[in-house]
């Protein structure tokens, strides 16, 4: 028998957003029918898992209970209490690595501490993610399902209001991906046999289907990352033309442990900057501006391709999330926290470790981040990694008329040409919120109030 508890109420438990409560919906759905298949019951239940792991395991009569270890800052204690609850009434606790490559307190320092440079950190994690990935098991063929004792309440899905009650927003996510372990696999197989030659380059350019776009499915456990590791580390082999491209990728898995490791070790990275300096940054306060970002209307095609991109389908390619972030905590000079808490709750992939530690990284407080002056010009960016136009064509297609020359910058076109492309600008598509350069330099002279005072790190 196999339990899921859907948490709740656990102290300094971070919301599920409305994108993840949409997947974990499909995944349970896709666990429940194979699960079913194989004669095992999926049992479903909802609150504390203090109080459910053990209740379940007594009616159930449970020899012994496994599990995927997590790292969260809320669920480490609480499965520390469910493992010495289970162990005080005599039944068999044991937990297992799943979601990482390498569990976070396994990657340590020369003096035996945790890393805040990603460099090293991925040179110590590398040999060890080599071994952990060898060691990746097929499925087993059988699953042992043991009856339910009679009177056990399976639970039902449809009880737990996951997908949108009012509108459905969710069509364009249902179409764009397919939840579960099968569309994992199918991922990971597409990606290591049509996109992993030539990643390195590739998958800078949002246009491409140059990633793998598994990042949904690892954050669901509905596969490995050391599975995924081991793939490309296999396609390398079979043709050592790869190789560089699969240290690229594995680089980027890398990342995501690196998340994993800063988050473990550093518990309130989703919330407080990690350079305490920052904590005095004038951030602004302007409801219209936030509105335009979250919409894609700010009037810089390449930011509100990204946003709308990231609202249709619930994932946005790693270029543009780094440029929509930039604008969002630089050129409007939003609070980090604003731009995090909106890819929680639109992002089919939002992750606690990774999506704090990604927004860090862009507004240059967190470790290891950007500096701060590095500002990405949405226009630069948009002619560079979308030169072509059909990233912004596909999702602003108001402005798709326009020659690649004004595409990225649509205020300079000159009157005829605009009219030629069917756009009033202010009217058919905004005009710029901000200026870049005004912006530009509004952001550096905040920046440079706070870095009078020191880092503070
Ligand atoms: C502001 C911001 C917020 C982000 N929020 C999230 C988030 O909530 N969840 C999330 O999974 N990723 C997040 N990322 C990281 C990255 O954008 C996505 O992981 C990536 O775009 C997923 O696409 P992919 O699976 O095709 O990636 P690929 O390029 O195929 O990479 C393979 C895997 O490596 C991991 N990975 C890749 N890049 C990063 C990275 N920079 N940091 C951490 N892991 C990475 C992902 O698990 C990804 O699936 C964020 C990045 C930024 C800049």
Redesign the pocket.
């Known amino acids: 028998m196999v339990l899921y508890v859907l948490e709740e109420g656990l102290a300094g438990q971070q919301e599920l957003g409305g994108a993840v409560r949409w997947w974990l919906h499909q995944s349970l759905t896709d666990l429940q029918a194979r699960l079913s298949a194989r004669g095992v019951t999926l049992l479903l239940r909802r609150g504390d898992p203090r109080v459910i792991v053990p209740d379940v395991a007594r009616a159930v009569n449970a020899g012994g209970v496994h599990w995927t270890r997590r790292y969260l800052p809320w669920t480490c204690p609480v499965d520390a209490a469910i493992k010495a609850d289970l162990k005080a009434r005599g039944v068999a606790a044991t937990s297992q690595t799943g979601s990482l490559l390498v569990e976070p307190m396994a990657v340590k320092t020369g003096t035996g501490g945790p890393y805040k440079v990603f460099t090293p950190y991925s040179r110590a994690l590398r040999p060890l993610a080599d071994e952990a990935a060898a060691r990746v098991l097929p499925e087993p063929p059988a699953l042992t399902g043991a009856p339910l004792p009679p009177g056990i309440d399976t639970g039902q899905l449809a009880d737990w209001s996951l997908l949108p009650a009012g509108p459905d927003w969710a069509g364009g996510i249902a179409r764009a991906w397919t939840p579960g372990e099968a569309g994992a696999r199918d991922r990971l197989e597409r990606?290591i046999t049509a996109a992993l030659r030539g990643?390195g380059e590739g998958?800078d350019f949002p246009a491409r289907p140059g990633?793998?776009?598994?990042?949904?499915h690892?954050?669901f456990g509905e596969i490995s990352?050391r599975r995924?590791w081991l793939a490309a580390a296999h396609a390398a082999t079979a043709n050592p033309a790869l190789a560089g491209d699969t240290a690229k990728?594995q680089a980027?898995?890398a990342?995501?442990e690196?998340?994993s490791h800063l988050l473990y070790h550093f518990p309130t990275l989703p919330v407080a900057n990690w350079k305490a300096s920052f904590d005095r940054f004038a951030w602004r306060d302007d409801p219209a501006g936030l509105k335009a970002w979250q919409t894609g209307q700010t009037g810089y095609p390449i930011v509100d391709a990204g946003m709308r991109e990231l609202w249709t389908t619930g994932?946005?390619?790693?270029r543009v999330?780094?440029i929509v972030?930039s604008f969002l905590v630089k050129h409007l000079l939003f609070d980090w926290r604003a731009?995090?808490a909106w890819?929680?709750d639109t992002?089919v992939?939002?992750?606690t470790a990774?999506?704090a530690?990604?927004?860090q990284?862009?507004a240059g407080c967190g470790a290891d981040a950007a500096p701060y002056f590095r500002i990405f010009n949405p226009v630069s960016q948009g002619e560079k990694f979308d030169g072509a136009g059909a990233y912004v064509r596909r999702w602003v297609p108001e402005i798709a008329r326009l020659p690649d020359s004004f595409l990225h910058k649509p205020w300079e076109a000159p009157p005829l040409v605009l009219s030629a492309a069917s756009i009033r600008l202010g009217v058919t598509y905004p005009r710029p919120v901000v200026d870049h350069a005004r912006a530009r330099q509004r952001a550096l002279d905040t920046y440079a109030a706070i870095k009078a005072g020191g880092d503070g790190e």
Do not use: C, Q, V
Request: proline letters at 5%; glycine letters at 8%; aromatic letters at 22%.
């Open positions: 990606f990643y998958r990633t793998s776009k598994l990042s949904p690892l954050r990352p995924a990728f980027e898995l990342w995501r690196f998340a994932w946005m390619h790693n999330r780094m972030g731009g995090e890819f929680r992002l992939d939002a992750d990774n999506n530690a990604g927004w990284w862009i």
